[in-house]
């Protein structure tokens, strides 16, 4: 196995790596991620001592070409959209990538690998940022809390509104209209 170091090292496309037998296991800090840090957006936030685990097994395989197993787990700290305090995300990604140059590759893949598929005049495609791609499509859009877990100000706000709502009498504005319009008929 590879340092885990050398994969930020000069190059890290996914194809040299893949071309090149590499494998990688460890951890990668937070730090590393300049998309998730907390300054780019309000609702994810890797907070700085947290680290994922990441393993890369890349290489050829005979009947499909190259290829990227990819493996990433570990906590997220996010940022709750109902109570906007903290909550913990656990994530665990499990992925198999065919690389391939064109589209008639892409379709020749087995079901089990998704396509990775890197046209010739396209700038390479970073590890970090396939990384951070998984890690992003991992993550719910709107994170929250379950119920019970939110912030108890906004759970005793709540329970009070819906006490409320079962208290209030339904006002029928119209209710007498029918009996009206029965009368004059």
């Known amino acids: 196995?590879?340092?885990?170091?050398?994969?930020?090292?000069?190059?890290?496309?996914?194809?040299?790596?893949?071309?090149?037998?590499?494998?990688?296991?460890?951890?990668?800090?937070?730090?590393?991620?300049?998309?998730?840090?907390?300054?780019?957006?309000?609702?994810?936030?890797?907070?700085?001592?947290?680290?994922?685990?990441?393993?890369?097994?890349?290489?050829?395989?005979?009947?499909?070409?190259?290829?990227?197993?990819l493996s990433i787990s570990g906590m997220l700290s996010l940022v709750c959209q109902r109570c906007m305090q903290g909550m913990d995300f656990s994530i665990k990604i499990e992925r198999c990538f065919g690389l391939v140059k064109s589209q008639y590759f892409a379709d020749k893949l087995p079901a089990d690998y998704e396509p990775l598929l890197l046209e010739e005049n396209e700038e390479p495609l970073s590890i970090i940022h396939l990384i951070e791609d998984e890690i992003l499509l991992a993550c719910p859009l709107v994170p929250r809390h379950r119920n019970a877990d939110c912030n108890p100000w906004l759970n005793t706000l709540r329970s009070q509104d819906s006490d409320e709502a079962c208290n209030t009498t339904v006002q029928k504005p119209f209710a007498g209209l029918r009996d009206a319009f029965r009368r004059n008929n």
């Open 1 to 69: 196995m590879g340092m885990l170091a050398d994969i930020f090292a000069k190059p890290n496309d996914v194809f040299f790596l893949a071309e090149n037998n590499a494998r990688f296991d460890g951890e990668i800090h937070a730090s590393e991620f300049a998309r998730l840090q907390g300054s780019q957006s309000h609702i994810l936030c890797l907070l700085q001592e947290h680290s994922l685990h990441v393993r890369i097994n890349a290489g050829r395989h005979l009947d499909i070409g190259l290829v990227l197993e």
